[in-house]
């Protein structure tokens, strides 16, 4: 069976360097079927642990991202909350700043929201796992659970788990929105309209849910590409705008992985892994029903909406003037 699989591994880093020697460029899509991942189990509230086991690394992998997924849709209501009652306690930057300094700070206002609910749901765990009851929650016997399996998978704690995740997405959701404007300005030469920015943004759903979806080690690889990019620049400059294309016309207009980002994305991935998972939030479903990944990002979109619209609007007006005059 292991030299089976050994085979199908081989040969299938086979085609992809050839797919890409051919001068073929793989769609994100192409990458992602190369790379599967195993889907992550969801544990109903009934769910009985096991204790005291001593299950396959495999095993205990999946069960420690069902249960990420589990705290991460317990968790999310709280998020709901949070950012019902939000205040902006400080003011938007200066418009003279520039554009991408607004979209920063929207940026940073959402991960503080989920940041906050992530520290008190984890602290409210931590908290009654310590004191113990027969009649615990399931969320707490997860979180249990999570923290017995800890040192073997030698993983970080739940809280900083479901933080970097959070992390993560908040990188993919606001990069590649961020890159939007700064495209139009470095490559049309003027800045995007409301209209515009709305057209790419409804199709970029579908690429970040795509990016979402990449086996990890797939992932980690443009990850640090960006990270490399972010270190380089030292700027507010948009590190993923490198890695993007914005291609179509009209209502068709949408960001891509740019064609050399995918061609060396798909003759890059190393060796595969016993265990693929993709994003425990594409499994866990927020208040509108859609997984916690889709949320964010229409939650992104508002924001956007509310404050950086009227930014655009105002800089269109101030530049028809500085023309008419």
């Known amino acids: ?14 085609e992809k360097k050839e797919a890409v020697q051919a001068g073929t460029v793989p769609t994100l899509k192409h990458i992602n079927a190369q790379n599967p991942v195993v889907p992550i189990p969801r544990l109903s509230p009934e769910h009985t642990f096991a204790e005291g086991d ?19 849709q317990s968790l999310w209501p709280r998020v709901e909350g949070i950012r019902r009652h939000y205040q902006r306690t400080r003011p938007l930057p200066e418009e003279r700043l520039g554009g991408l300094h607004v979209l920063n700070a929207l940026e940073s206002e959402m991960y503080m929201q989920v940041s906050r609910a992530i520290t008190s749901w984890c602290e409210e765990r ?54 939007i404007p700064k495209y139009f300005e470095e490559r049309a030469h003027r ?67 740019a064609e050399d980002t995918r061609r060396w994305l798909a003759n890059s991935v190393g060796k595969p892994r016993e265990i693929r998972t993709g994003c425990p939030a594409l499994y866990a479903r927020g208040a509108r029903g859609k997984n916690i990944v889709m949320e964010m990002y229409e939650w992104a979109t508002e924001k956007i909406r509310q404050d950086y619209y009227p930014y655009l609007e105002k800089k269109a007006r101030k530049t028809e003037g500085s023309d008419a005059t």
């Open 126 to 179: 931590r908290l009654a796992v310590g004191v113990g009851s027969e009649q615990s929650s399931f969320d707490d016997r997860a979180y249990r659970r999570y923290n017995e399996i800890l040192p073997k998978l030698r993983a970080v704690d739940m809280r900083t788990r479901l933080q970097s995740g959070i992390e993560t997405a908040c990188s993919v959701v606001w990069g590649t929105l961020q890159s």
């Open 191 to 257: 800045d995007i309209s409301p209209q515009e920015f709305e057209i790419i943004a409804r199709n970029n759903a579908e690429l970040v849910r795509t990016i979402a979806q990449m086996e990890l080690s797939a992932f980690s690889h443009l990850s640090d590409q960006v990270a490399g990019e972010r270190d380089r620049l030292r700027t507010h400059e948009e590190p993923w705008l490198r890695h993007l294309e914005i291609v179509g016309e009209g209502d068709a207009m949408r960001l891509e992985l």
């Open 1 to 14: 069976m292991d030299s089976e699989k050994k085979i199908r591994n081989i040969e299938r880093v086979r």
């Open 54 to 72: 001593d299950p396959s690394d495999a095993d205990r992998k999946l069960e420690a991202n069902a249960i990420v997924v589990a705290s991460l």
